[in-house]
Nanobody
C-alpha cells in the first residue's frame, strides 16, 4: 500500500531551523512530483513547496521563499524540507503528498498524504 511518513518536526525558537523528511513507499517514487503543505489550527491546508519528478524544478509559496528549500533523493524514496529562519507563523502540521494532477499549488492535486509532523515555532 502507498505510505508517506513525515518526521523531523518539533519545537524551535524563532530564527531557528528544522529539517523535515518524508519517506515514501508503495509507489515508484521517481514517477511523481512531491509537495509539502501545512495546516494551522482554524486554517485550510496551504501550499508550502513542491518539487518535480526529477528534482530539477522547485516551487515555493511566497511566504517561505528564501527560507525553505525542498529537495528529494529518489534513491532513498525521500523528500525533504529544510526550514531556516523560522517564524511563529510557520507553526503548523506539515504534510507531504504525491502529486498527480495539474496544479502543484492546490491540495486537490495530490492523492496521498502522510500523517503529518508538528512544527511549533516560539517567539
Amino acid at each position: 500500500q502507498v505510505q508517506l511518513v513525515e518526521s523531523g518536526g518539533g519545537l524551535v525558537q524563532a530564527g531557528g531551523s528544522l529539517r523535515l523528511s518524508c519517506a515514501a513507499s508503495g509507489r515508484t517514487f521517481s514517477n511523481y512530483a512531491m509537495g509539502w503543505f501545512r495546516q494551522a489550527p482554524g486554517k485550510e491546508r496551504e501550499f508550502v513547496a513542491a518539487i518535480s519528478r526529477s528534482g530539477g524544478s522547485t516551487y515555493y509559496a511566497d511566504s517561505v521563499k528564501g527560507r525553505f528549500t525542498i529537495s528529494r533523493d529518489n534513491g532513498k524514496n525521500t523528500v525533504y524540507l529544510q526550514m531556516n529562519s523560522l517564524k511563529p507563523e510557520d507553526t503548523a502540521v506539515y504534510y507531504c503528498g504525491f502529486h498527480y494532477s495539474f496544479s502543484y499549488y492546490n491540495s486537490a492535486g495530490y492523492d496521498y498524504w502522510g500523517q503529518g509532523t508538528q512544527v511549533t515555532v516560539s517567539s
